[in-house]
């Protein structure tokens, strides 16, 4: 855990705080990019925190999905996860600081009591936020043994005044911000409590996040007054509320836009962690015109002021394009393997590797490359696709059994070679390329799209290339029989 030093000294000291109760979305990732390229730009540290205080809703499998993801998207931390469930004890003491100076009280009133007062504000169309009703009563008023909860005494005059990093300056009236639950009557911490003592502990200077939680941070600010009036020694954070991400529609990004777990993008969608790591960038930031940034860039020129004020747009189709950008710039035996997983175990990573360089010009994700592939590990007779079968008619298949003879006199199996003997074969035979090239393909693929027809040929291997066309090829002759 970082300490008040490092605030201290100067040193950047940022946090992301998943709660483990799902898996990490768009957003959550977004966030943590954001906090991790602001550490490392400024030479500091990036931590982790896993607000897991919600233990009914709070899994293991979301824990170990976060910590992959994170992993996956390349972002490192300076320390091992806090975990905010193991420091209860602390939330405690920090209440009971508060309690004891004054700066919280003891509140009795019962949850009957408390449900009667919201229905009332409901009823005159009020505010819903507590009364205050236990704010200046004396604890002796309450049934002996009565359960409390400790609340903040929070400043009823005046107003608070944050100067976001993103948002500019906001102006909250004190009025606004009820004297809200720091300890539950089972001693158990809040959030607000707990978030406050954790970036307090934990040396946070910056708090980057998203701003749906610009509203608590005008209640966890009178946590950290009170307590540098009692003590000192709480510098207040700078404040970084991103807006939201949205749909393409403008609407709250949902599932029906795309907002799944980061490991869906991975395993589901088959885009590289470089490709959503630039992504996600571009997600609310920029830099000039720029649309595709390296991490070392990224590093080197993320700074806040470079992050909108106005909702960003996710966009599946701009993600896929990068992702095809990043393929395309992508070490082809690192794809191979990549796209093997997705063949099974039948696939040959170094005939991937070989293939890669035709297979790779168009695609966006590796289930494409893995879809374009798939010819070299078919096995005869290949099932042929309906557009496929339709280009083999008996004609078709007669000028395939000119095509064989043509190929098999070839010793020079290359692909210069072998598109030379095809359009001279095409010529001879007065047709133009395409009625040749259309069923070579059928027959070699099953398919009516594939690589270039000559590398196709070159990665089957003359053998199995002639076997393919021989099975799909008719004698001339034949057809009139």
């Given at each position: ?10 040193k ?34 990036a ?8 233990r009914?809703?709070?899994?293991q ?14 972002l490192?931390?300076?320390?091992a ?30 949850p ?64 606004e911000?009820d004297?809200?639950?720091?300890l ?46 009692i ?13 939201l991400i949205h ?18 993008y991975r ?5 590289l ?20 940034i ?16 106005s909702?960003s747009r ?7 394009n ?29 005939l ?12 966006r ?6 879809e ?19 280009l ?10 000119e ?24 010529e ?8 040749l ?7 070699l ?13 070159v990665l ?22």
């Open positions: 855990m970082a300490s008040d030093s490092d605030a201290a000294h100067g950047v000291v940022t946090r992301f705080a998943p709660s483990p109760t799902g898996f990490l979305h768009i957003g959550g990732a977004r966030t943590a990019l954001f906090n991790w390229l602001f550490a490392r730009h400024h030479g500091g540290k931590l982790l925190r896993i607000e897991d205080t919600d009914k809703r709070s899994t499998d979301a824990i170990d999905k976060i910590i992959e993801g994170l992993d996956w998207l390349g490192d931390y300076d320390d996860p806090v975990f905010q469930s193991d420091r209860a004890e602390r939330h405690a003491e920090v209440a009971h600081q508060l309690l004891d100076a004054g700066h919280a009280y003891k509140c009795y009133a019962t009957e009591e408390l449900e009667a007062m919201r229905a009332e504000q409901r009823a005159n169309k009020l505010p819903m936020r507590y009364d205050g009703r236990w704010r200046d009563r004396d604890a002796s008023e309450a049934p002996e043994g009565a359960p409390f909860t400790i609340r903040l005494k929070t400043p009823q005059d005046g107003e608070t005044v944050i100067e976001d990093a993103v948002q500019g300056r906001v102006t909250v009236r004190n009025e911000i004297d809200y639950i720091l539950r009557a089972d001693g158990t911490p809040t959030y607000m409590l707990a978030v406050v003592v954790d970036d307090h502990d934990m040396g946070v200077t910056h708090i980057i996040r998203g701003d749906d939680h610009l509203n608590n941070a005008f209640r966890q600010l009178p946590i950290i007054k009170a307590m540098n009036e003590g000192g020694g709480w510098p207040e954070p700078i404040y970084a509320h991103i807006p749909g393409t529609d403008g609407a709250k990004l949902s599932k029906r836009h795309g907002a799944v777990g980061v490991e869906a395993d589901e969608e088959g885009v962690p470089e490709a959503l790591f630039n992504y996600l960038l571009r997600l609310g930031w920029g830099h000039g015109d720029r649309e595709e390296t991490r070392e860039e990224a590093v080197a020129l993320f700074d806040l002021k470079g992050v909108g004020k909702a996710f966009d599946l189709k701009k993600l896929q990068l992702n095809g950008h990043y393929i395309r710039e992508a070490d082809d035996t690192r794809l191979a393997a990549l796209v093997a997983k997705r063949i099974g175990p039948d696939a040959d990573e170094k991937l590797a070989e293939a890669m360089p035709v297979l790779k010009t168009r695609a994700s590796l289930n494409e490359l893995a374009g592939a798939a010819f070299l590990f078919a096995t005869r007779p290949l099932v042929l696709t309906e557009k496929a079968a339709g083999l008619d008996d004609q078709a298949r007669v000028y395939l059994a095509v064989s003879t043509a190929l098999a006199a070839e010793n020079d199996w290359t692909t210069e070679t072998l598109e030379a003997t095809t359009k001279s074969l095409a001879r035979l007065e047709l133009g390329l395409g009625k090239a259309q069923p070579m393909r059928a027959a693929t099953g398919t009516t799209t594939s690589p270039g027809i000559f590398d196709v040929l089957l291997g003359r053998e199995e290339a002639l076997a393919r066309i021989d099975a799909q090829a008719l004698p001339a002759g034949s057809e009139d029989q």
